[in-house]
């Protein structure tokens, strides 16, 4: 972002690190360079002990990641409404809801 303003003609002043970037002032642009590379390497620093620490709390079995979900029997409730039971009554036996009753009719 800093480049995209300097293009434009804007100076810009970093009050803390004491310096400014522009076409007039080549240690500031190397300095803003330097800076964009040590940030640079910290993400990247971070992001693989990310991925070391995600391997190994994987390896130690830790990571279950989200359930499975239920196990729902479609065949079953695809009996009953063959049988002519309502969409309602399968539903409430079978502890799902209405729509995914229906979405299982609908597959038939």
Excluded at 21 to 49: D, I
Excluded at 68 to 73: F, L, V
Excluded at 80 to 89: H, V
């Amino acid at each position: 972002m800093v480049e995209r303003l300097t293009e434009r003609g804007v100076v810009v002043q970093f009050h803390k690190e004491d310096f400014k970037t522009g076409k007039n002032s080549p240690a500031g642009n190397m300095m803003l360079t330097v800076l964009a590379a040590v940030a640079q390497m910290e993400r990247e620093t971070m992001l693989e002990r990310q991925r070391e620490g995600y391997e190994a709390a994987k390896a130690a079995g830790r990571i279950t990641g989200r359930g499975k979900g239920r196990s729902i029997d479609r065949e079953a409730i695809k009996a009953e409404l063959a049988a002519g039971k309502t969409i309602p009554a399968i539903a409430e036996s079978h502890n799902v809801s209405t729509r995914t009753v229906m979405n299982i009719k609908a597959e038939a």
